[in-house]
């Protein structure tokens, strides 16, 4: 089989969240309720595998290099998944009040900017060793062959 490039891998679920993203603000500034729900849906199975590499190898490994900052990503986490959580909590009634709609495009919002931030990692993994990087491929092949989606692996692995 072969080896992933897990810094290529890591950026393109960044572009592909961050599309998924945009798109999801969209269906929900113009209250398209089933459009949006789909479009979540996909970023849930997405991001699942990704968030998993990052909280059991990636983060661990970027501890020699960011310290105590890990522990706010790790956090960070925490918030992503209570607003992944709240999203598909509204998407899954018919339709959106307006106030609705403006809040979870917010939320979307906030998403958006932790996928931004989370891209700058892969700067730092570039410094990583190649024994480190070989892990980190055979990591992420790991998770997304398992393929948890998000919100589920938040329930049960991670606990939280
Ligand atoms: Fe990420």
Redesign the pocket.
């Known amino acids: 089989m072969v080896k992933l490039d897990p810094i290529a891998e890591?950026r393109e679920?960044?572009r592909k969240v961050r599309d998924g993203l945009l798109e999801l603000m969209e269906a929900l500034q113009s209250k398209n309720v089933v459009k949006a729900r789909k479009i979540l849906d996909g970023i849930n199975v997405l991001v699942g595998p990704?968030f998993r590499y990052?909280e059991e190898t990636l983060y661990p490994a970027l501890r020699v290099l960011l310290g105590e900052y890990v522990d706010q990503l790790l956090k960070e986490h925490d918030g992503v998944i209570a607003t992944a959580r709240s999203c598909a909590g509204l998407l899954k009634k018919d339709g959106l009040t307006d106030e609705e709609a403006k809040q979870a495009a917010a939320a979307a919002r906030t998403l958006l900017i932790h996928?931004s931030n989370?891209?700058g990692?892969s700067i730092l993994s570039e410094r990583l060793s190649k024994k480190e990087i070989d892990n980190l491929s055979e990591k992420l092949a790991a998770a997304r062959k398992a393929g948890v989606p998000l919100l589920d692996w938040a329930e049960t692995i991670r606990g939280k």
């Open positions: 890591f679920d960044h990704h990052e996928v989370c891209d990692l």
